[in-house]
């Protein structure tokens, strides 16, 4: 049920500093978008001596428009897919006069109040790009930073990764035969209507923002044509009501009944044929799920017309693959992201087609000290899921939390991982999709294993190395 205490009344969590404890890892975090700055509360909260590096001039990442770090997708008419009340951190509730689905301002306003509740804007540094993080002679981290005070390196026992994954734009390849006279963006570099104002748009994608934009889009330009190449199940965001995702179900139970849940939406959601939508070849459940609360209106008023994929260009016109062909001067590339980290060398690490297998989504089993926050797809919402993996590192960095034996944790990974595989359709789309409910009661299983863990004398996490000055550490 939606929250009903207003963040801003209540009284700051943090009257004093909390002291760190200089014994623990010292530790980087490297963004401060949704994933970065609950990353930050928990080790700050654990007493974690730590740095948070933020490449732009603010926090928010994803949901500030025009953000200055120049990596935000987000646009004017943009509002969040899963409700306030789902998509909320675990101790900080959203306004309760928010709408059930808010937009993008309110998110980020949402992220302001829990920086300053907490008390920890003084521990992120901004203007700050983080160049490069390869392993030091002694198993630990030289992460190499750029800023106002020019470019140097600083050695950490761990980095957590958490500069987000829808930042840079994958396009479509192979590319299509033929000429395009028009104009051609990708999704992320959508900002309004005003890009749309008067010309013949086609939108290529059936994904959230597609079915944005193309809705947008309607109101807006001449023509409209919404280009899909494989079908998806569009649900509505209310169910009698009320939100869709307000039915939460227990963890534990098995991934088919999300699915069921899934279909129950798509079935009340209303056919997809008579809109003129590509019945999908796989069942709800089976992909990422897409919403849309205005995309079946503007269908029904023919201020959208569905297409097939492309075939070709042609100049000032765009070819199908049923042969027809419209007038158009700008496709809107609505082709999603990929996963990249630009400051740890492809050789170490990478995510080829988006695909990087980790424990519990966040451990890297050959890269102690290495962590990953928020790279995930949940049917749910990032944010409670990059907290909780945010209070499990800190836990482990203080030495709580013992992990499995690296045999077991190889053999969890990978079951975890095909297990995603199978549940989905093969796309770059679905390599780190994970069920909301079922992730944090997963997560929370483990955590507890790994107390017990701890209570047998299992090794935890290395404390500090004696031979680093005091020059050398944290300074808050």
Not at 172 to 184: A, C, K, N, R, S
Not at 312 to 337: H, K, M, N, Q, S
Request: with cysteine; charged share 25%; proline share 8%.
């Amino acid at each position: 049920m939606p929250y009903l205490v207003k963040p801003e009344h209540l009284a700051p969590a943090v009257l004093d500093p909390i002291p760190v404890n200089d014994a623990l890892p010292r530790t980087a975090v490297i963004g401060a978008g949704s994933s970065g700055i609950t990353a930050a509360k928990a080790l700050y909260e654990a007493g974690i001596p730590f740095d948070c590096f933020e490449q732009g001039s603010a926090l928010g990442g994803n949901w500030l428009l025009d953000n200055p770090n120049g990596q935000s997708a987000c646009y004017e008419t943009l509002e969040i897919n899963t409700s306030g009340a789902r998509m909320a951190f675990s101790d900080f509730p959203m306004p309760a006069h928010y709408p059930p689905y808010p937009r993008h301002e309110q998110i980020y306003a949402y992220f302001e109040k829990y920086v300053d509740h907490f008390g920890f804007r003084h521990t992120i540094t901004f203007n700050t790009t983080v160049q490069d993080v390869s392993r030091d002679a002694d198993g630990g981290w030289l992460v190499r930073i750029k800023g106002p005070q020019g470019e140097h390196a600083q050695k950490y026992d761990a980095v957590l990764v958490a500069n987000g994954h829808h930042w840079d734009p994958r396009w479509p390849e192979p590319t299509y035969p033929g000429t395009f006279d028009g104009e051609q963006i990708h999704a992320h570099d959508y900002r309004s209507g005003d890009q749309l104002q008067g010309r013949d748009v086609v939108v290529f994608g059936a994904g959230n923002s597609a079915m944005d934009i193309a809705v947008e889009a309607s109101h807006r330009a001449n023509t409209v044509s919404l280009s899909i190449r494989r079908g998806q199940w569009v649900l509505r965001k209310f169910l009698l009501g009320k939100p869709s995702d307000q039915v939460a179900l227990p963890g534990w139970l098995p991934w088919w009944v999300t699915g069921v849940r899934l279909r129950i939406g798509a079935i009340t959601s209303g056919g997809l044929r008579k809109s003129g939508l590509p019945q999908p070849e796989h069942k709800p459940g089976q992909s990422h799920p897409v919403q849309s609360e205005e995309i079946r209106k503007r269908l029904a008023a023919g201020k959208v017309t569905v297409r097939p994929g492309i075939e070709r260009f042609d100049g000032d016109a765009v070819v199908f693959l049923d042969g027809t062909r419209t007038p158009a001067d700008l496709i809107v590339w609505a082709t999603g992201y990929k996963v990249t980290f630009p400051f740890l060398d492809p050789a170490l690490i990478a995510a080829s087609q988006n695909d990087l297998p980790l424990f519990k989504r966040t451990v890297h089993p050959d890269l102690p000290g290495l962590y990953f926050i928020g790279l995930v797809q949940p049917v749910g919402a990032v944010m409670p899921l990059a907290e909780a993996q945010s209070v499990w590192i800190a836990e482990t960095l203080a030495g709580r939390y013992a992990p499995p034996r690296v045999a077991e944790l190889r053999k969890q990974m990978a079951k975890d991982h095909e297990r995603n595989k199978r549940q989905f359709y093969a796309s770059p789309r679905h390599t780190m999709e994970v069920d909301f409910d079922h992730y944090l009661w997963d997560l929370d299983r483990e955590r507890r294993r790994g107390y017990q863990r701890v209570a047998n004398g299992a090794q935890v996490f290395p404390r500090h190395r004696d031979d680093r000055s005091n020059d050398d550490r944290s300074q808050r």
